[in-house]
């Protein structure tokens, strides 16, 4: 038989719950290719759905059949961990 959770336990559980959805805890995906990004996107199952730019930032909202969303985001930044070279670097995060 289980054991029944105590308000103060519960309350404990929904803190640590919200902690994991914290947008540290995100998955981010990298890309330095726009089309590649693209490509695991629709492999995936994710379809577009709406753009945000203003000047240098671009975003773009996808979403599956389980409405789970996306956001593909640019973002100046190191291409790879092994160079200096800086240049446009696309991320794939959960929303």
Known sequence: MKKR?????R????????????????IVVS???EEKAKKYLKSKGYRYQ?????????A??????????VKL???FDYL???T???GTVWNIEQV
């Open 31 to 33: 890309f330095n290719d």
């Open 5 to 9: 959770l105590s308000k103060s336990e």
């Open 80 to 82: 790879n961990d092994s």
């Open 60 to 69: 773009m909202l996808y979403k599956n059949f389980k409405n789970s969303w």
């Open 50 to 58: 709406e753009a945000y730019s203003f000047k240098e930032d671009r």
């Open 84 to 86: 200096m070279e800086m």
């Open 11 to 26: 309350v404990s559980a929904q803190n640590k719950m919200a902690q994991l959805r914290h947008a540290k805890n995100r």
């Open 73 to 75: 985001a640019s973002k």
